[in-house]
């Protein structure tokens, strides 16, 4: 069964970057059919795509988010990373990772999210 | 485009509840819409795929459908018990973004 654990600070001070992990385990993120992608929830408020990065390396971001969101792939090691530059206040989130699959076009694995303030 | 959902239904046990979602632009059929069920303070998760379809494991209880017409997608909960209150979140995508509705929030009577 294919487990995806989020790994990352709880805490980050305004205008700093933050930097989340997302270990993949039980599978591989080579996978042709496989997207992974990032997903926040702020408190009390509903899901937000940030970014997915596909099999081939192809990036996709939120317009709202595109200019200071960068996620990356690492297939040798089984896990892939976000890092989102400048926070603020409303960066504060739930974060979740999770698996994408294209052919049936399904976000069908997720993360249990991590919780990230932004304060200073 | 954005998926509108209500903020909130209520219906008794044992009910059938609807739950919708309308796209503002570019027609519901043009892209797959998916379901995802998130209890609280737990990650969402997959009730539907692709307009209809149901993952292995989710009853038979929950059902979807589209009307091209209306510009809509719906989500069908029948026979409700009290474990379906939680929030519920449709999703589509346009081949560059992924966009979730604003979720609905079921409460169970």
């Known amino acids: 069964q294919l487990l995806l654990q989020e790994s990352g600070p709880g805490l980050v001070k305004p205008s700093e970057t933050l930097s989340l992990t997302c270990f993949v385990s039980?599978?591989?993120?080579?996978?042709?059919?496989?997207?992974w992608a990032w997903i926040r929830q702020s408190p009390g408020k509903g899901l937000e795509w940030i970014t997915t990065?596909?099999?081939?390396?192809?990036?996709y971001f939120n317009p709202s988010l595109k200019s200071r969101v960068t996620i990356s792939a690492d297939t040798s090691n089984t896990h892939f990373s976000l890092e989102l530059r400048s926070v603020t206040n409303a960066d504060t989130s739930v974060y979740y990772c999770?698996?994408?699959?294209?052919?049936?076009?399904?976000?069908?694995?997720w993360g249990q999210g991590i919780p990230v303030t932004v304060s200073s | 485009f954005m998926l509108t959902q209500p903020h909130s239904v209520s219906e008794s046990p044992g009910k059938t509840v609807i739950i919708s979602c309308t796209r503002s632009?570019?027609?519901?059929?043009?892209?797959?819409v998916q379901w995802y069920q998130q209890r609280p303070g737990r990650a969402p998760t997959p009730l539907i795929y692709e307009h209809v379809h149901r993952p292995s494991g989710v009853p038979d209880r929950f059902s979807a459908s589209i009307d091209r017409s209306s510009g809509s997608a719906s989500l069908t909960i029948s026979g409700l018990q009290a474990e379906d209150e939680a929030d519920y979140y449709c999703q589509s995508h346009d081949g560059s973004s992924w966009v979730f509705g604003g979720g609905t929030k079921l409460t169970v009577l």
């Open positions: 990065v596909s099999y081939d390396g192809t990036t």
């Open positions: 039980g599978g591989s993120i080579n996978s042709p059919f496989d997207f």
């Open positions: 632009s570019g027609g519901i059929g043009s892209n797959f």
């Open positions: 999770a698996k994408y699959r294209a052919n049936i076009h399904l976000f069908d694995s």
